[in-house]
């Protein structure tokens, strides 16, 4: 089975720190995701990695980088923490293949970060 | 850009009962794919079912099932014969036939009562 682990599972920061997520697979998976979850919302992209070092903006990137230095390993960076970054965030990965959309994302258990 | 709603933000039902989930969506590509997600309180996000537009027969798995009216755009989840472990949040989603990314609804909250 995937595993897809996400380094805390309950992070408390405060205002202005610079804040990592990290977030490892074990499947060799091309793609990892990092999403936004908040009541009512559902789940947001914030960004997308399709390779080593490569990264595409999702839908809200702004406040967040994401560093992918190797295949297993994708991290969210909140460069100055603010307190509507308060949410529960959500790590994915899933396997490319060329003509084959029905692949479906594998997702970790979730970091719900407070920002006080 | 494609959306995804769902319309029901909370649901019940009795056990061993039937209930449907609703998934709307939008979009102008011919071909795509369509995905229902489980998120189980605390626990991790895992695939329930998942549809090809292509496709015309409606993808069943175990208890699980979907209407999918392409013309309607809808593409809605029925749980047959419900149990306590079905207690959860429901995710619609959405990818398009180019890309790798997944467009989610708000969530329905589904309570399965004894």
């Known amino acids: 089975d995937v595993k897809v682990t996400q380094s805390s599972r309950y992070l408390v920061k405060r205002t202005g720190e610079k804040v990592f997520l990290e977030c490892v697979q074990d499947?060799?998976?091309?793609?990892m995701f990092w999403y936004r979850q908040d009541p009512g919302l559902g789940l947001r992209l914030i960004y997308f990695s399709y390779d080593v070092k490569m990264k595409e903006k999702g839908d809200i990137p702004e406040g967040y980088s994401v560093s992918r230095e190797k295949k297993e390993r994708f991290s969210l960076i909140l460069e100055s923490a603010s307190t509507n970054q308060t949410s529960m965030y959500l790590c994915?990965?899933?396997?490319?293949?060329?003509?084959?959309?029905?692949?479906?994302?594998?997702f970790g258990d979730g970091t719900r970060l407070s920002i006080l | 850009a494609q959306t995804v709603t769902q319309s029901q933000p909370e649901m019940s039902v009795q056990e061993a009962e039937t209930v449907t989930l609703s998934c709307t969506y939008d979009?102008?590509?011919?071909?795509?794919?369509l995905f229902w997600y489980k998120q189980p309180p605390s626990r991790q996000m895992i695939l329930v079912i998942r549809?090809?537009?292509?496709?015309?027969q409606n993808a069943t798995e175990n208890r699980f099932s979907v209407n999918f009216q392409k013309a309607a755009k809808s593409f809605s989840l029925k749980i047959s014969d419900s149990q306590l472990g079905d207690t959860a949040m429901y995710f619609c989603a959405y990818r398009g036939n180019a890309g790798n990314m997944l467009t989610f609804g708000g969530g329905t909250r589904l309570m399965v009562k004894p």
């Open positions: 994915a990965s899933s396997l490319h293949r060329q003509g084959e959309g029905n692949q479906p994302q594998h």
């Open positions: 549809q090809e537009a292509y496709k015309q």
């Open positions: 979009t102008s590509e011919n071909n795509y794919y």
């Open positions: 499947m060799d998976h091309e793609n």
